[in-house]
């Protein structure tokens, strides 16, 4: 789409009555959602806007249920934090997504530095996913169980997990997920599927790992934390998530910013960004089973980007100030064009899910045939920050 047709759509819709949560749904999806944490309520009008379910029908806590927050000493855990957001959802009427269990960063010092054996490593990961599952058990729709478990090139990310177990950690880590809360979904979680589609197979391995383990696996989370002028096209998008959902997973993004460098943003790098939001949320009704889009934290003065990326930011839909910006507006112009057009997955009819047969059930979907997908060329794109 050219500049000028973008500019003509974000200016037809009035971004005050556009609400991202309220058009998600008519749009066929679960939700349209965003982190949340500590620091919001100190800021009242982006607080006021986390609380308003037309716009956010759903949370994913950024830090309060990591494994440092969660079990900050063996056998001793906390739920404060969490318990708030968990509540403020409950109070909202809104979604949890709950995030995550299996994860190399923000280890508290007695995992990442103890010495473990096959068997040691294996109590402390059930004893850890049953008590935080266990504590939040029916409260939250779906849970991160492994996060970021690749390298950018697609090989198995060095951990105390990996360390111990090998590659049978992916389905242990699943299998204690499973007992701990039969009811919630499962997901892999990563970052830079979008980009690397080496990256993206070695997700694939990862979730047939699991499957031939006969573990249950719900679903990929793609985080989408990506770099304005290098997202992937909507096709290309919509190609990755294609990789899961022929598997007879769910596809979610999980962790959505498009972030700009250089600052400051200017009304182009701002126009540009929001066709490349419009691409990924395009990308996400394309696909049938692609359940809903979390941003991570939806205010400029609130992302984690500028002290992570250093030179990058204003990646979000909203800016400083809690103002929409031109991204708000393509994303509600997207949302609001497949109203009535997709049928929510769950209550969708079987033949929906192209040829991929599965059962669409409440119950874990389970494959009975193995598709080609059609071979499109994917964009390899350099980038060279991660997430
Ligand atoms: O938003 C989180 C930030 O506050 C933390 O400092 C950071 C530390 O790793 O984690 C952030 O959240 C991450 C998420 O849990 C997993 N994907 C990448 C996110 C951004 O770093």
């Not at 990591?66 to 969490?82: I, L, M």
């Not at 950018?152 to 590659?167: I, Q």
């Not at 997709?342 to 409440?362: D, E, F």
Request: charged share 15%; glycine share 6%.
């Amino acid at each position: 789409m050219k500049i000028a047709t973008l500019a003509a759509l974000v200016a037809s819709v009035p971004a005050v009555s556009a609400q991202l949560h309220a058009l998600a749904k008519n749009a066929g999806l679960l939700y349209f959602g965003t982190a949340v944490g500590p620091g919001d309520s100190r800021d009242a009008p982006y607080y006021a806007l986390s609380n308003d379910i037309k716009n956010f029908g759903q949370y994913t806590p950024d830090n309060a249920q990591k494994w440092d927050a969660t079990e900050p000493q063996r056998g001793r855990f906390q739920y404060t934090q969490a318990d708030a957001i968990v509540n403020r959802a409950i109070a909202n009427k809104m979604i949890m997504r709950c995030h995550t269990l299996v994860w190399y960063s923000q280890l508290p010092s007695w995992v990442s530095s103890g010495s473990w054996t096959k068997d040691t490593m294996t109590s402390v990961m059930q004893t850890h996913i049953s008590n935080v599952m266990g504590h939040f058990k029916s409260k939250c729709y779906a849970w991160d169980v492994v996060n970021e478990a690749l390298e950018d090139n697609g090989t198995y990310r060095n951990n105390p997990f990996l360390k111990a177990l090998g590659d049978s950690y992916f389905a242990l880590s699943f299998k204690f997920a499973a007992a701990a809360d039969p009811d919630t979904k499962l997901y892999y979680n990563d970052y830079n599927l979008e980009y690397f589609p080496v990256k993206a197979d070695g997700a694939v391995r990862i979730v047939k790992l699991v499957q031939a383990a006969g573990v249950p696996i719900h679903g990929v989370g793609l985080q989408a934390h990506m770099t304005v002028g290098r997202t992937p096209s909507r096709s290309n998008l919509t190609w990755t998530l294609e990789k899961y959902t022929s598997l007879g997973l769910d596809v979610a993004y999980t962790e959505l910013d498009v972030r700009i460098k250089p600052l400051p943003s200017n009304s182009s790098s701002l126009q540009a960004q929001a066709k490349e939001y419009e691409a990924i949320v395009g990308s996400c009704l394309d696909v049938p089973r692609c359940v809903g889009i979390t941003v991570w934290g939806f205010g400029d003065a609130h992302s984690w980007i500028p002290q992570t990326f250093p030179g990058a930011g204003d990646s979000c839909l909203f800016d400083k100030n809690s103002k929409p910006k031109p991204a708000f507006s393509s994303v509600s112009a997207i949302l609001a064009s497949a109203s009535g057009k997709r049928v929510p997955w769950g209550s969708k009819p079987t033949s929906l899910v192209s040829a991929t047969s599965v059962v669409a059930t409440s119950a874990p979907v389970v494959q009975t045939t193995v598709v080609m997908l059609p071979s499109k060329t994917s964009t390899k794109v350099a980038v060279t920050s991660v997430a």
